[in-house]
């Protein structure tokens, strides 16, 4: 079975900067629909950026601008490089992998439909 693993969290102070990592292993790795997506306390969990086969990117309203994510196939890695990072983007982020190769609405916008979730890695940031 495919595994995801993430990595970069840390507690950083308004205005900061993160990159997350996210290495994906096993034998069923294909280049598919990819995302992060972050839940925080009391809070459904949100989509904050995805990246699908051709590596065409979508990401929320509250990030765009300041978050990038991207994915190099050969090494199986996906990335979040956070900028001007902002108290309210605290929470538990996951990058997760679908089967299809663009990213369906839903999936965008919470996650619904991912095949493969990695544990996660904590993000806070302070005011």
């Known amino acids: 079975q495919v595994q995801l693993t993430e990595s970069g969290g840390g507690s950083v102070q308004a205005g900061g900067s993160l990159r997350l990592s996210c290495v994906i292993s096993g034998l069923t790795y294909r280049p598919y629909c990819m995302g992060w997506f972050r839940q925080a306390p009391g809070k459904w969990r949100e989509g904050v950026a995805t990246?699908?086969?051709?590596?065409?990117?979508t990401s929320d309203p509250s990030v765009r601008g300041r978050f990038v994510i991207s994915r190099d196939n050969d090494k199986n890695m996906l990335y979040l490089d956070m900028n001007n990072l902002k108290p309210e983007d605290s929470g538990m982020y996951y990058c997760a992998r679908d089967w299809s190769r663009a990213c369906a609405m839903e999936t965008q916008r919470t996650g619904a439909g991912m095949t493969a979730w990695g544990k996660g890695t904590l993000v806070t940031v302070s005011s």
């Open positions: 990246v699908d086969s051709n590596g065409i990117t």
